[in-house]
């Protein structure tokens, strides 16, 4: 089946998970809005007949099926394509990952917009700044470490143990985000945890990965995306 | 079997969604840290030796399986006690609105913790402000419209169309938290969302709902969960 993600097209953002696991499953898809533009993903959005209509981008057609929701559409996706173990226990835990890391991407992004998306970084940036600081200072840790202990009690280096699954692919991103996003933080608080560095590294140097971040498919991090690098929050 | 929910005791915060479904379930469930307090919560959250422990509350324990993350929680358990139809279609939408309803109630917390959780909500204040007329006027209207016009298209007044889901419940919540928090705004607002009024109206008065919420059981909503009211965040 060819697969057609909708996302935005000039950020990697949400829908980059959802590209990370096509890649690594070299499933057929059609990235949409990129070949299009963003007024592919307007149907969807402002058809008010539409049925069953997601809120928000991304989002996968998959034959007659629209499913919304990064962690929703990892789900239904990864087991078609080995990208999660087959036992259950195994699928929820991946799933839970997944959904840490989704909150943990919320925190990213609330670094640079605190008061909401409505408003430029430009408009909340001594908002921005403390919230940063939080975030660099006591959240970032906590999350690296959870998936340090992690990392640390499986045998195989990836997060369900042996095999690499679709949480191993959400942890490269984030890892390579939060690099482009706080180097100087991320600098200081690597080195604490060799196992997420590691993890980031080899699933990077997977080798459909690695022709996907090489390829112009990969849209390079910017300003506009969850992951920004403002000097001034990273502390 | 009996279900083990851990999630803090004085609060209704995410548990509380858990709980909603395990209540129209009639399932058999200890909430623990009501009956033992918080400590009880410790060993998962600071035993560093527990393999594939949850990041935060809640988590459920059903036999030897520990599940964390809410929606998780809620996608297992639903499937089991009759909360969602089998088809895998309906349990890919029921989930999907479940992770929006999520990312709704991240927006809510952060109307009164925009800086985030470390600071007291009096060390926000002015931050708030701004966040919390952002949420009333812009995203609070869009997640209402949202789920009034799916209302519109199902015949049976339920998310899913004739039968109750987990999501039903999810809604109802926030829509009673919603009146908790910001009395005024809903005021204005639910004239405009009558389908979402009524689904909250009906959800509560199902029996074992209702008999819920007129329990003990049924921690009030008050200044320290998800949904808090400060009149002046009430636009």
């Known amino acids: 089946m060819r697969y057609e993600l909708y996302y935005w097209p000039s950020i990697q ?11 690594e499953a070299g499933a057929d898809y059609d990235d949409v ?13 402002e058809d008010k007949s539409l049925a069953r209509a997601p809120f928000a981008p991304p ?11 990064t962690a929703s559409i990892l789900l239904w996706l990864a087991p ?13 835990w991946a799933h839970q990952l997944q959904l840490t890391i989704a909150d943990w991407l919320v925190e990213v992004h609330d670094t640079h917009h605190p008061i909401g998306g409505a408003f430029y970084y430009e408009d909340q940036k001594p908002e921005s700044a403390r919230r940063a600081a939080h975030f660099t ?9 959870y998936f340090e202990r ?45 196992r ?18 090489a390829s112009r498919r990969r849209i390079p991090f910017n300003q506009h995306g969850i992951f920004r690098h403002y000097s001034e929050l990273d502390a």
Do not use: N, T
């Open 13 to 23: 953002g949400r829908g980059e998970f959802v590209r990370l696991a096509l890649e």
């Open 33 to 45: 809005a990129r070949r299009r533009g963003a007024e592919a993903l307007m149907p969807f959005l």
């Open 59 to 69: 989002f996968l057609k998959a034959g007659k099926l629209v499913i919304g929701q």
């Open 80 to 92: 078609r394509h080995g990208l999660v173990p087959k036992a259950e226990a195994a699928r929820i």
């Open 137 to 145: 200072g006591m959240r970032l840790p906590k999350f690296l470490g």
């Open 150 to 194: 992690l990392l640390a009690q499986e045998k195989g280096g990836w997060l369900l143990g042996r095999s690499l699954s679709y949480a191993d692919l959400s942890l490269f991103q984030v890892i390579a985000g939060l690099r482009y996003a706080f180097p100087r933080a991320m600098a200081r608080l690597e080195p604490r945890h060799p």
């Open 196 to 213: 997420v560095a590691a993890l980031h590294d080899r699933a990077g140097s997977r080798e459909r990965i690695a022709a996907y971040l």
